[in-house]
Nanobody, 124 residues
Framework: QVQLVDSGGGLVQAGGSLKLSCVVS????????MAWFRQAPGKEREFVATIAWSESASKTYYEDFVKGRFTISRDNAKNTAYLQMNSLKPGDTAVYYC???????????????WGQGTQVTVSS
Protein backbone atom coordinates (compact mmCIF):
# COMPACT_ATOMS: atom_id res chain seq x y z
CA GLN A 1 0.00 0.00 0.00
CA VAL A 2 0.96 3.62 -0.51
CA GLN A 3 -0.24 6.84 1.04
CA LEU A 4 -2.48 8.99 -1.14
CA VAL A 5 -3.42 12.60 -0.54
CA ASP A 6 -6.14 13.94 -2.78
CA SER A 7 -7.10 17.58 -3.11
CA GLY A 8 -8.55 20.18 -5.45
CA GLY A 9 -12.24 19.93 -4.70
CA GLY A 10 -14.46 22.92 -4.16
CA LEU A 11 -17.65 24.72 -5.09
CA VAL A 12 -18.21 25.51 -8.75
CA GLN A 13 -21.14 26.54 -10.91
CA ALA A 14 -22.60 24.21 -13.48
CA GLY A 15 -20.51 24.30 -16.64
CA GLY A 16 -17.35 25.10 -14.71
CA SER A 17 -14.15 23.14 -14.25
CA LEU A 18 -12.04 21.71 -11.45
CA LYS A 19 -8.80 19.75 -11.41
CA LEU A 20 -8.29 17.17 -8.69
CA SER A 21 -4.82 16.02 -7.66
CA CYS A 22 -3.65 12.85 -5.95
CA VAL A 23 -0.11 12.79 -4.59
CA VAL A 24 1.43 9.36 -4.06
CA SER A 25 3.99 8.89 -1.30
CA UNK A 26 6.63 6.24 -0.69
CA UNK A 27 6.59 4.52 -4.10
CA UNK A 28 6.93 5.58 -7.74
CA UNK A 29 3.52 6.26 -9.23
CA UNK A 30 4.65 4.71 -12.52
CA UNK A 31 4.20 1.26 -10.98
CA UNK A 32 0.58 1.87 -10.02
CA UNK A 33 -2.74 1.93 -11.74
CA MET A 34 -4.55 5.02 -10.51
CA ALA A 35 -8.29 5.59 -10.34
CA TRP A 36 -10.93 8.03 -9.24
CA PHE A 37 -14.19 7.06 -7.61
CA ARG A 38 -16.93 9.22 -6.19
CA GLN A 39 -19.69 8.92 -3.63
CA ALA A 40 -22.72 11.16 -3.51
CA PRO A 41 -24.85 11.50 -0.35
CA GLY A 42 -27.06 8.46 0.12
CA LYS A 43 -25.47 6.60 -2.79
CA GLU A 44 -22.86 3.91 -3.17
CA ARG A 45 -19.34 4.73 -4.25
CA GLU A 46 -19.01 4.54 -8.04
CA PHE A 47 -16.18 4.32 -10.52
CA VAL A 48 -15.22 7.42 -12.50
CA ALA A 49 -11.95 6.86 -14.36
CA THR A 50 -8.73 4.88 -14.29
CA ILE A 51 -5.27 5.00 -15.84
CA ALA A 52 -2.98 2.00 -16.07
CA TRP A 53 0.62 1.75 -14.92
CA SER A 54 3.22 3.19 -17.25
CA GLU A 55 4.26 -0.24 -18.62
CA SER A 56 0.79 -0.50 -20.15
CA ALA A 57 1.22 2.81 -21.94
CA SER A 58 -0.99 4.38 -19.29
CA LYS A 59 -4.16 3.39 -21.10
CA THR A 60 -7.32 4.93 -19.69
CA TYR A 61 -10.93 3.97 -19.15
CA TYR A 62 -13.90 6.15 -18.22
CA GLU A 63 -17.38 5.58 -16.97
CA ASP A 64 -19.92 6.61 -19.59
CA PHE A 65 -21.29 9.54 -17.63
CA VAL A 66 -17.94 11.37 -17.68
CA LYS A 67 -16.67 10.51 -21.15
CA GLY A 68 -15.79 13.64 -23.06
CA ARG A 69 -15.89 15.79 -19.92
CA PHE A 70 -13.30 14.33 -17.54
CA THR A 71 -9.66 13.45 -18.24
CA ILE A 72 -7.44 11.32 -16.02
CA SER A 73 -3.68 11.74 -16.27
CA ARG A 74 -0.46 11.17 -14.39
CA ASP A 75 2.82 13.03 -13.97
CA ASN A 76 5.45 10.49 -12.97
CA ALA A 77 8.01 13.19 -12.20
CA LYS A 78 5.66 14.72 -9.65
CA ASN A 79 4.29 11.36 -8.46
CA THR A 80 0.84 12.78 -8.94
CA ALA A 81 -2.34 11.74 -10.68
CA TYR A 82 -4.97 14.19 -11.85
CA LEU A 83 -8.61 14.33 -12.78
CA GLN A 84 -9.50 17.29 -14.98
CA MET A 85 -13.24 17.85 -14.79
CA ASN A 86 -14.93 20.10 -17.36
CA SER A 87 -18.56 20.91 -18.08
CA LEU A 88 -19.49 20.00 -14.55
CA LYS A 89 -23.10 19.23 -13.71
CA PRO A 90 -24.97 19.28 -10.40
CA GLY A 91 -25.13 15.49 -10.67
CA ASP A 92 -21.33 15.42 -10.37
CA THR A 93 -21.60 16.61 -6.77
CA ALA A 94 -19.87 14.03 -4.57
CA VAL A 95 -16.81 13.23 -2.52
CA TYR A 96 -14.11 12.15 -4.95
CA TYR A 97 -11.54 9.56 -3.90
CA CYS A 98 -8.33 8.58 -5.63
CA UNK A 99 -7.14 5.00 -5.44
CA UNK A 100 -4.03 3.05 -6.40
CA UNK A 101 -2.97 -0.52 -7.01
CA UNK A 102 0.14 -2.22 -8.35
CA UNK A 103 -1.86 -5.36 -9.15
CA UNK A 104 -5.34 -4.30 -10.22
CA UNK A 105 -6.53 -2.16 -13.11
CA UNK A 106 -10.26 -1.93 -13.60
CA UNK A 107 -13.57 -0.45 -12.61
CA UNK A 108 -14.17 -2.25 -9.34
CA UNK A 109 -13.15 -0.83 -5.96
CA UNK A 110 -10.43 -3.45 -5.57
CA UNK A 111 -7.62 -0.95 -5.34
CA UNK A 112 -5.27 -1.31 -2.38
CA UNK A 113 -4.79 2.28 -1.34
CA TRP A 114 -7.25 5.14 -1.01
CA GLY A 115 -7.11 8.86 -0.45
CA GLN A 116 -9.15 10.64 2.18
CA GLY A 117 -11.52 12.19 -0.33
CA THR A 118 -12.15 15.71 -1.57
CA GLN A 119 -15.58 17.33 -1.81
CA VAL A 120 -16.83 18.57 -5.18
CA THR A 121 -20.03 20.61 -5.17
CA VAL A 122 -21.62 21.84 -8.39
CA SER A 123 -24.34 24.44 -8.09
CA SER A 124 -27.07 24.96 -10.68
Amino acid sequence: QVQLVDSGGGLVQAGGSLKLSCVVSERPIANYAMAWFRQAPGKEREFVATIAWSESASKTYYEDFVKGRFTISRDNAKNTAYLQMNSLKPGDTAVYYCAASDLYFGVKDEYDSWGQGTQVTVSS
